[in-house]
């Protein structure tokens, strides 16, 4: 009797338990697909345009051209499909007058899809970006603003959201466009004039602040430039992803491919510097390291993770020593030792990531740390899928 039981058990094991894929990418994007997280829908079920969606669709589309498999790539179409009408118009809360430049994280995957497919309609929903583009608001120096509702603002969040996108379109419909790439190398270049921290700066460690008001009349401006007071983990990490991206974009003969490759360069040495010496990963508010109520953040940190592995393999940084890679490693080996859990039905989780980093407060260390970490946060989540493909591919 006992061996029969144990015969049928053996048999209905396998229907119980989710194997856990060897590849973390694999099981990351499994979990999210399990979970109907990314699918083109808000909590609610309703069609909702967010660049967290354009986030895990950027690290899908690799999963789907490394592996094969086309589970991956339907999950794309069906998100994408559910903020598309079938004449091209992108509804799902979206609206052009809003301006804001998080929504057209989501352009990445419309583009890939007319490339992919030859459907007119992701074309024309491409288009309605790009006239957003056309005429959003801008700084006296040509920086997009954030938002509308952000008067004057550059937030190193809205180069991964607008200007990924805005180079794909441009080498897609319009390469010889010399305007378009010397706008798009603009926006990397006033973000980055305008934000990194100088040599006599409090809690210098030479990186960039969360943004800066150009008008210097936000809460937070500073007096010299109009930056915010801290260098906060994520933001920097959407836009070093945006620069090994746009470089894999832009043509190496424009000389913006210069500029983007000069500005990297100059920032993985101390990104690879500012992470805790014994973790390896990095701080929530950069610039204030090891300060009661700080903590590690794990969006943050894998973002970098992504950045660094990409750069180095693309090699768009020098890494002769190899402590860049070294830095990243133990990084990585940190996020899936603390971060990723193993649940009960084989999906993983992922923990401590920020909800959210806004400029519309005072921008404080203390308004940063009072943001509440969220499990499964896709923002995260994502950003760990990408990292462990660059990973993967050591």
Do not use: C
Request: net charge negative; glycine share 10%; charged share 15%.
């Amino acid at each position: 009797m006992a061996n029969s039981f144990l015969i049928l058990l053996a048999t209905l094991l396998p229907s119980l338990v989710v194997a856990r894929p060897e590849s973390y990418a694999i099981w990351a994007a499994d979990s999210a697909m399990a979970r109907g997280q990314g699918n083109g829908l808000d909590s609610s079920g309703q069609p909702s345009v967010s660049y967290e969606h354009g986030e895990l669709q950027w690290g899908l589309r690799q999963l789907y051209e490394r592996t094969g498999n086309q589970s991956y790539f339907d999950y794309i179409v069906q998100g994408a499909s559910r903020i598309v009408f079938d004449n091209g118009t992108v509804h799902g809360g979206y609206t052009l007058t809003d301006y804001s430049l998080d929504p057209v994280r989501t352009g990445p995957t419309f583009l890939y899809l007319y490339q992919k497919l030859g459907q007119s309609k992701w074309k024309a929903a491409a288009d309605i970006f790009r006239k957003q583009l056309e005429g959003h608001p801008r700084t006296a120096e040509g920086q997009f603003w954030h938002k509308k509702r952000y008067f004057n603002q550059g937030w190193l969040d809205g180069i991964y959201m607008g200007d990924v996108f805005y180079a794909q379109y441009t080498k897609d419909f319009q390469p010889t466009n010399t305007t378009a790439w010397a706008d798009i190398t603009t926006q990397f270049n006033l973000m980055f004039q305008n934000s990194i921290q100088t040599a006599g700066a409090s809690n210098n460690i030479g990186l960039l602040y969360h943004g800066y008001d150009y008008s210097q009349t936000a809460v937070w401006a500073s007096q010299d430039r109009g930056h915010s007071p801290e260098v906060w983990d994520r933001a920097l990490g959407w836009y070093a992803m945006a620069l090994v991206d746009t470089l894999e974009i832009i043509p190496t003969s424009n000389p913006g491919h210069a500029k983007l490759l000069s500005i990297l360069r100059t920032i993985a040495p101390k990104i690879r510097d500012a992470a805790d010496p014994t973790s390896g990963v990095w701080w929530l508010v950069m610039t204030q390291a090891g300060r009661r109520g700080n903590y590690f953040e794990s969006s943050g940190s894998a973002m970098f993770v992504y950045a660094l592995l990409r750069g180095v393999r693309l090699g768009y940084i020098p890494d002769s020593d190899g402590s860049i890679v070294k830095a990243a490693e133990k990084a990585y080996k940190y996020m899936t030792s603390n971060w990723v859990i193993s649940n009960s039905d084989g999906t993983m989780g992922w923990t401590n990531t920020v909800e959210v980093g806004s400029l519309s407060g005072n921008g404080t260390f203390e308004y940063y740390i009072s943001v509440p970490t969220v499990l499964n946060d896709l923002k995260g989540l994502a950003a760990f899928l990408l990292a462990s493909l660059e990973y993967e591919k050591l």
